[in-house]
């Protein structure tokens, strides 16, 4: 097994009856459900750094605009033979290793992407094979840059149901090949990368794992933020387009509401959370939502500096560094909220 958590990714150990209520961790059926623990987290991002002072050497933009604007600094992309799948490997193995489960333990591996290999098959069955996980099943789940919210409410659900009891959730995305680089309203945002966690079942009645999540989504919205083609439509380019300034608004108010509702759900308050990590599209708006929560800014985990947008895979990114250099520990509380293209959003809240 897995060691105790800090430093390694992993966070496995011993686990107590469960205090609070909650809408998620309620049984499914007469039976009591299974928990849902996080065992481990593992990250990749491509070495190849794009800083904002290259993107300006090339476009009209600056780094002082970027930076005010979005806190962005820099981003990673991928090179040539990278791919959502050999990101989400990576990420995928780094995970299983940190919690110490081999590949044929793994039921399910859930993939959030917006920029899978194929159409089909699954990029979340390209990790698979990857991995040598020769069992149980995958596939690919799309919803933008909430893909891995609701990837993790997803298999939770699988996990509670007594239907998997391993799941690995991915996020892995490679924005920098659906960008318009003449676009400086967009392209200077997002960045490659994957993330992943390892979920398994624990004893029903833990105080600790996935205490519930959120989900939402509102098609109407859909014309703010999209990708305008697919292999379906390919008389469109299949860039993506965004109305930053209606999506900034979107986020700020769902993204409250949404984190409001995860703590209500489980009868918690702003100072029972340990550490927000949010999704990482703009630090104005991830300083608003520590605002909110009224964490200090050294309990909001950031790295949408370092990152910028990795979509569905920056909170699993996120977590993966704060685990991994020792911040977040076992026992500690974690919201996660996301809002993407759709409009998706979302929050879960875990105690890992
Ligand atoms: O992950 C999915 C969810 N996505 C988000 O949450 C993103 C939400 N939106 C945002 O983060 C922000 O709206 C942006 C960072 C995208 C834009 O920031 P903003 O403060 O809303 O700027 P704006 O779109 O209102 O543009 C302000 C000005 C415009 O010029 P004018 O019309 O005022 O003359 C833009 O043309 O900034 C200009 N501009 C730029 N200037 C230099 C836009 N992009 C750039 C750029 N460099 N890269």
Redesign the pocket.
Known sequence: MASDGAGDGAMSGASSRLAAASTAAASPGPWPAPSVQLVGVGGYLPPRVVTNHELAARLD??DA??RE??GIVQRHLVGPGETAASMGIAAGRAALEAAGIEAGEVDAVILATSTPDQAFPATALRVQAGLGIERGFGFDLSAA?SGFIFGLSTAAAFIRAGQVRTALVVGSEVYSRILDWQD??TC??FGDGAGAVVLRAGEAGSERGLLSSHLHADGRTGDL?FIDGAVGRPDQPGVLRMN??E??RH?VTKLSASVDEALAANGLGHADVDWLVP?Q??KR?IDAMGKKLALPPERVIVTVDRHA?T?AASIPLALNEAVRDGRIRRGDLVLMEA??GGLTWGSALVRM
Do not use: D
């Open positions: 933009t600056s605009w970027i604007r979005t840059c400086r309203s200077v945002l933020l930053g300034r999506v900034f986020a999704h599209a703009n708006i947008n979509s809002l993407g």
